[in-house]
């Protein structure tokens, strides 16, 4: 296991930490923002790591002590999450993304390198103090593969090079090296800097990509020029009944674009009509490998949210939205908390919103490393201020969800959709798409790709011509092997199934499904001929192993299992019986669990299984990747 | 109330009950980790898995599952065993095969489900993930790689004691139960995790690799350690004193017990206990019938402890009445403590004060009897303890030494029996039967559960003698009888969960049950 595990605490470290009287009261204005107290445990927790550069015992018990919780509760919900930072990390972490398409494009190599570079295993830490490596899952910048975050910054394609430039900088400037915090590495992409981006999107043909290639579009000055916040505005002074926007989107045929594709209005009907506050909280957990469209639009566009959620939260009458954004995101989370400071100060969000005696806050909530802070009822688990524990349906969220109160939880690109929905009503939207599919998605793509990237198109498009028309086919004039289409967790698609000129496979959430796998949140993995899915497999499945969160026995352990009878396929040592019994392990956890990350790790395998069978029976004698000597285990 | 029916019987099920509960009042065998009748439900280790006519595509958990009115239920078949078999297959496929050096062997639901439901075939080629041997606290230490992450023990810390100690720890299949660095389990009521764990990751120390269970006797009794009087089942082998446990009884002590009283029993095969007697019976009832002769009433002083039977209190009685004894009573106090769910420990450190209560209809303390041993007036005192621990106090051991005749029954050594002149060794109260009424009044039945050591023997089998002996009794009695004598009460009414008569009950009221208000 790569991810840090927790028996036995080192000593050397202080006796008792306590904040400043100015944290404290910084910690109490977040507790404001909760209900409860313990909700901000993990908030907290990064402020330890702030004040102090590592969360630690004494940190722990302080931290327990000023919320009223148990040191257990604090250390159980600190040890769920791979992304605080530890007493025995160093002073830079190279955290080295390695779920699959960063693994096809290089990834392994520059954890060999690093490793070897700095003398330390995966994992470990140089005994100066100054660097660790580490093995992370899934950073969502998969277009930039091979990725490595330092610390907070992404550094985009990072090379040997890269690597060996970066250590010998710091080696060399010792102390007088800035501070962690204030460093910045060769390949650093500061957040004004525009992403490549299609044609498509520069163009304006679509929705919510308009605006992303502008210098300054982040800015509230940029989005009120472009008539930003006005559609809220209208409808915050306005006495308009808020069913009639539960219709609007209704009508618009708007479906979840964050991987189930439920349809939205019909989510919003459910929310429980009682007494109780209402939640809405927006899912920027952006973990699904492959998937990198949430990051652009948050870096990109951040009001754009900002008034998807002010127009959604008077649909659902909601007065309180929490943001909860994935750890591995501070660029995005210190963007979207100066975004919302700013619309404050402009008087759109607060007890007076518009001056209509309306009133929506927004609180940006952090998470700490975690895929299943992505399934609803997880990251309600973790903004409560727990381990990202998804709890038993019924009751669903809508009835009851966070704080026990309706909530409804929808994707980043979700809400962005809505302003524009009642802008410009239904049929403009359904203008793009497909009848069951109405509207654009902004499809991720990734790996054996000419022009990775993200893309907002109309929903329906045949993959093939996306992937070859659009996006310029497979880099050397490779042969198609196989397409993930909606995230890792959607089945995979075969060369012949993609390539049908009959009936082709669209991307649309009903043409996918009919052909066995899901839209799902539209991340496109392309994999050509060259690749092994042996390989493939065991990289994902390494991925939900780790992620899984451990409550309920099939996952818990059937994850563990399958990933390493692939582990086995893949690098020697499977028997030829067990090509079923992967099959037969993996089915064997659907259906019996609390989530369906069971479900996402099953079905997919079940499909590698059954539509590449040849490449496993191969491997039995002939593994793609013997075991090197040397190679770190995963 | 909802009617549903389970494999085809129709029963009620209460709408507040959970499936689960409801299959298991109705003798419906549901095997089951996490779900504790005790603590709220989890539904995390999903061998609850039934059919439901309500969702037929997929299974639902009982433990968290409400009914509803026309609910069909199934319980049995291959689908369900279908499921049992596949989720205790993942179960197994990292939880160490340690049975042999495992202390939950042989009452462990991990080996009982899998005997039960699966064909002792294993898939896995791979070496197993191991979460570590970690001490908890001064009294219990987790065999991390068969924890199964049920959460029973940190629900029972958060909800029941209330201290919150233990949490689960990592993720995936490194999670594990575990504490706080330096933040130790340790509360008075800490050891109830080990028996709640389903598996043996949770361990005693004070019982580790003592016995094996399967050759060992169990007693079902009740703990002389406080007025509380939880039921409990004494675990002996080969005669010796291994474990207590606690037993369910909803109007006591639910499904708990307090540490002290768990490991409050190594005294009894302690060094001090006294197993030797000094004088006999007939030499004993000779010299008090003289002193009784010669100096008439108030010249004999009886001390008894709040620990004695009800049984032996009666006699004491007896004795009392027929010689006009100056009585008083020797107990002991300790910390109480209430947890969180109100689960009480009592300050009361002795098992029958209330049973002093009701025979001798008052309680005084030892006041009396040491000013009449001191200015003279005593000239022989009759000391019935059964309190470890040298419970009398200085001031009384030195008035009692200027009483002429002193006869001390009692289980350990002491400066006051090493003085006596008769001494007769006394079986704990692990090692006698009879009857003691708890702090709420409830009269519940001991049980031997060793014999007593050398030539003790319960205070019962001493006083009966002695009363025989002074012709204060025709007979010597059963307990069953004394116990009719003493209270008035039908002996028949005190089942193994006890009986709270009322305080006018008469013989023929009707049985309160367990549970009743």
New interface residues.
């Given amino acids: ?1 790569s ?1 840090p ?5 080192q000593p050397a470290i202080p006796k008792t930490r306590s904040f400043s009287e100015a944290v404290r009261a910084e910690l109490e204005q977040i507790c404001a923002r909760y209900p409860k107290r313990e909700a901000a445990l993990l908030p907290a927790l990064r402020l330890l790591e702030r004040e102090f550069g590592m969360v630690d ?1 004494p940190g ?2 302080h931290v ?1 002590d000023l919320l009223g ?9 600190f ?3 791979t992304h605080y930072r530890r007493p025995t990390d160093g002073q830079y972490v190279f955290q080295v993304c390695s779920t699959l398409s960063c693994a096809m494009g290089g990834s392994e190599g520059i954890t060999d390198h690093l490793c070897h570079k700095l003398g330390i295993p995966v994992g470990g830490t140089t005994a100066d103090g100054m660097f660790s490596v580490k093995k992370v899952e899934c950073l969502a910048n998969c277009d930039q593969a091979p990725t490595l975050q330092v610390n907070d910054d992404f550094v985009d394609r990072v090379t040997p090079a890269d690597c060996d430039r970066m250590i010998a900088e710091a080696r060399a400037a010792g102390p007088a090296f800035p501070a962690a915090k204030d460093y910045h590495p060769v390949g650093y992409r500061p957040p004004a800097q525009v992403y490549h981006l299609p044609e498509h999107a520069a163009k304006g043909k679509g929705m919510l990509l308009n605006h992303a290639l502008e210098a300054g579009s982040d800015t509230l000055a940029h989005y009120r020029a472009r008539g930003g916040y006005e559609t809220a505005r209208a409808l915050y002074q306005s006495e308009r009944p808020p069913e009639e926007i539960i219709d609007l989107v209704l009508q618009a045929g708007l479906r979840g674009r964050g991987g189930a594709g439920f349809p939205t209005g019909q989510k919003w009907k459910f929310l429980a009509k009682n007494d109780k506050p209402r939640y809405l909280v927006i899912n920027a957990d952006e973990s699904e490998p492959g998937t990198f469209k949430d990051k652009m639009l948050i870096d990109r566009d951040p009001h754009q949210l900002l008034e998807g959620i002010l127009v959604s939260a008077y649909a659902l009458r909601s007065q309180t939205s929490y943001i909860y954004i994935r750890g591995e995101f501070p660029e995005g989370f210190r963007t979207l908390a100066r975004a919302i400071d700013d619309a404050y100060a402009a008087g759109f969000l607060g007890a007076n919103a518009f001056e209509t005696g309306k009133r929506i806050d927004i609180t940006v909530h952090r998470g700490a490393g ?1 895929y299943i802070c992505g399934e609803e009822t997880g990251l309600l688990s973790s903004l409560e201020g727990g ?1 990202g524990h998804p709890k ?1 349906k019924p009751p669903f969220p809508a009835v009851e969800g966070l704080f026990r109160c309706p909530t409804i939880v929808n994707n980043v690109e979700t809400i962005c959709a809505v302003t524009h929905i009642v802008k410009h009503g239904p049929q403009w939207f359904r203008q793009w798409g497909t009848e069951k599919s109405p509207g654009t998605k902004i499809f991720s793509i990734s790996g054996d790709v000419v022009r990775p990237g993200c893309y907002e198109i109309p929903l329906g498009m045949p993959l093939k011509d996306f992937i070859y028309d659009v996006c310029g086919g497979i880099p050397g004039g490779k042969k198609l092997k196989a397409v993930i289409p909606g995230g890792s967790s959607a089945p995979v698609l075969s060369a012949d199934e993609v390539l049908r000129a009959e009936n082709p496979i669209c991307l649309d959430f009903d043409s996918l499904a009919a052909n066995g796998s899901m839209l799902g949140s539209g991340a496109i993995i392309v994999i050509d001929e060259t690749r092994s899915m042996v390989d493939g497999l065991w990289n994902l499945l390494r991925f939900y ?10 996952c ?6 399958i990933s ?2 692939a582990g ?1 396929f893949a690098r020697g ?1 499977a ?1 030829a019986d ?1 090509v079923d ?1 992967l099959d037969e ?1 993996a089915w ?2 659907v ?4 989530c369906v990350l069971a479900d996402a790790a099953a079905l997919p395998t079940r499909s590698f299984v059954k539509k590449f069978r040849k490449e496993f029976e191969d491997a039995v004698t002939a593994p793609p990747r013997p075991k090197a000597a040397g190679h770190q285990e995963h | 109330m909802p009617k549903i029916k389970v494999n085809g019987r129709e029963i009620d099920a209460p709408a507040d009950k959970v499936l689960l509960e409801t299959c298991l009042d109705h003798g419906i065998d549901v095997p089951h980790y996490c779900w504790h009748r005790g603590l709220s439900p989890h ?5 609850c ?1 039934v059919k439901l006519s309500t969702n037929p ?3 639902e ?1 009982a433990c ?1 599952t409400r009914p509803s009115e026309g609910m069909e239920v199934t319980t049995e078949g291959p689908e369900i065993d279908g ?1 049992r078999k ?2 205790l ?3 197994l ?2 939880h160490p095969l340690d049975c042999p050096i495992c202390d939950k062997a042989g009452e462990c639901d991990l080996q009982d489900f899998t005997f039960k439901y699966r064909d002792g075939v294993s ?4 070496p197993r ?1 191991t ?2 041997t ?1 001490d908890l606290g001064p009294n219990v230490k987790i065999w ?1 790689s068969r924890c ?2 049920c959460t029973r023990c940190v629900r029972f ?1 958060e909800e029941i004691a209330g ?13 594990v139960a ?6 130790t389990l340790d509360n008075p009521m800490s050891l109830n995790v080990v028996d709640i764990c389903p598996v043996g990751a949770l361990i005693d120390k004070n019982f580790l690799y003592q016995a094996r269970v399967w050759f060992a006797k169990k007693t079902e009794t009740v703990c002389g350690g406080c007025s509380k009087g939880c039921n409990v089942t004494v675990t002996t082998l080969s005669g010796h004193l291994k474990r207590i446990k606690p037993r369910t009884n909803p109007a006591v002590n639910q499904f708990w017990m307090c540490d002290a009283g768990r490991l409050g029993w190594r005294w009894v095969e302690g060094p001090d206990r006294l197993k030797v007697a000094r004088g006999s019976v007939a030499e004993a009832a000779s010299a008090l019938s003289a002193a009784f002769t010669q100096h008439g009433r108030g010249a004999i002083g009886i001390v008894a402890s709040s620990a004695q039977t009800t049984e032996s209190l009666h006699l004491l009685k007896q004795l009392a009445d027929a010689s006009g004894a100056v009585v008083g009573f020797v107990g002991a106090t300790g910390p109480e403590w209430t947890s969180k769910s109100g689960w009480r420990i009592e300050a009361d450190k002795s098992p029958n004060t209330a049973g002093i209560q009701r025979v001798f209809g008052a309680v005084p303390g030892l006041d009396a009897v040491q000013s009449a041993a001191a200015n003279g007036q005593l000239r022989a005192l009759v000391v019935v303890n059964g309190l470890p621990g040298a419970p009398f106090p200085e001031a009384f051991v030195t008035a009692a030494a200027s009483v002429p005749l002193r006869i001390v029954a009692d289980v350990q050594d002491s400066a006051l029996a090493q003085r006596a002149q008769v001494v007769w060794p006394l079986a704990a109260w692990l090692e006698e039967d009879g009857t003691w009424f708890n702090v709420d009044g409830r009269v519940q039945r001991i049980h031997a559960a060793l014999p007593p050591p050398g030539m003790a023997r319960a205070a019962t089998e001493w006083l009966g003698a002695l009363l025989l002996e002074l012709g204060v009794r025709a007979e010597t009695s059963s307990t069953s009888a004394l116990f009719a004598e003493a209270t008035g009460l039908e002996w028949d009414r005190v089942g193994g969960a006890g009986w709270a008569p009322s305080a006018s009950a008469q013989p023929g009221d009707a049985v309160a049950q367990p549970g009743a208000k």
């Fill in positions: 296991m991810h595990v927790h028996t036995d605490f015992p722990m018990i327990a919780v148990s040191p257990a509760k604090v250390f159980g919900v040890s769920f999450y975690a381990r038993i192993a780790h992620e899984s969160c451990g409550q309920c026995t099939p818990r352990e059937g994850t563990g299992w390493k009878i086995r040592g028997t067990e019994l392990v064997g956890m259906g019996r669990t609390i | 539904g995390n280790c999903r061998m898995l595509r997929k299974p958990i968290m499921h596949a989720v297959e993942y179960m496929v990292n898939r896995t080629k791979d993930e979460k570590g970690v991390g199964i992450a810390c201290t919150s100690e233990l949490s689960l720890i990592n993720r995936g299949n490194h999670s575990g504490v706080h660095p330096g933040v």
